[in-house]
């Protein structure tokens, strides 16, 4: 093996959101290859090096771009948002590296919009919980919709990815719908746009106010469990413990 690809998860945006091996990853790296809109979050801070992109949906040709400038003897990051092994290119180059045995691949981890989001919104996750993705451009939406149903079963803590799109713009309410067959409407949610990037954007709200909500693609969407509350804006999920209400130490203070 002598070729190297770095699969990096580059986080939210900020660069104070990425681990510091990716940022070591990237710094080794001759050539940074991904989507322009995360090319252009990293552009400034690694100027000096060849950037590299294909349009969006062009992702197969993006990841055999790497192998190709891999090939020519350079070290290659690919960049994903997040994390590369959630809804990113990590299992892609998997599949294509099958016909490059010579290279080798390395995966970066990166923080996934899950935990930065659900670091804005408090404590959303601190129980068992499911990811799932609304995005039906490589699922089938009736795939989706039992995930969605044994979720909501589960009594899990739910997280959305992908609620919406130009073209998708009900897929949020269809999923609401599907969700209030199981769960009161009054349950715990909250909802974070562009997470790490210009314009954050935290709100709690109850389902039945979600379902009404328009999002754009950069939100992620959070549906607590059956013990989630909304306390002073933050989302939480209980772990389970047995806390004191200790009156006298108010007396005391
Ligand atoms: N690999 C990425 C997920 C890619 S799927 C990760 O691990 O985070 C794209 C979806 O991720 C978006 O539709 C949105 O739901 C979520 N997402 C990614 N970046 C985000 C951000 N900065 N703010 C809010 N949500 C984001």
């Not at 580059?10 to 995360?38: F, K, N, W």
Request: charged share 25%; proline share 3%.
């Amino acid at each position: 093996m002598t070729n190297r690809i770095y699969i990096v998860g580059m986080g939210p945006g900020i660069e104070e959101m990425m681990t510091g091996e990716a940022i070591h990853a990237l710094e080794q790296s001759d050539v940074i290859i991904g989507y322009t809109v995360y090319l252009d979050l990293l552009s400034e801070r690694f100027k000096e090096k060849e950037l590299m992109s294909t349009p969006m949906r062009q992702e197969e040709k993006r990841c055999r771009l790497c192998f190709e400038e891999a090939k020519k003897g350079k070290k290659v990051s690919l960049v994903c948002s997040g994390d590369a092994g959630i809804y990113g290119m990590a299992s892609l180059m998997y599949e294509i590296g099958k016909s490059y045995p010579d290279t080798e691949l390395f995966v970066i981890p990166g923080v996934t919009a899950a935990n930065s989001g659900a670091a804005l919104l408090g404590a959303p996750l601190n129980h068992d919980f499911c990811v799932i993705s609304l995005s039906d451009l490589l699922t089938p939406w009736d795939k989706i919709e039992r995930r969605l149903q044994a979720a909501a079963e589960g009594d899990f803590a739910i997280v959305l990815y992908n609620p919406s799109s130009h073209k998708r713009k009900d897929y949020l309410l269809k999923a609401c719908d599907i969700l209030l067959g199981a769960i009161e409407k009054e349950r715990a949610c909250g909802y974070v746009e562009n997470i790490g990037r210009e314009g954050t954007k935290v709100v709690t709200c109850t389902l039945e106010e979600l379902r009404n909500r328009e999002v754009n693609m950069f939100t992620t969407v959070f549906i607590g469990n059956s013990g989630s509350e909304i306390t002073n804006g933050k989302l939480i999920t209980k772990r389970g413990y047995q806390i004191e209400r200790n009156t006298d130490i108010c007396r005391d203070n």
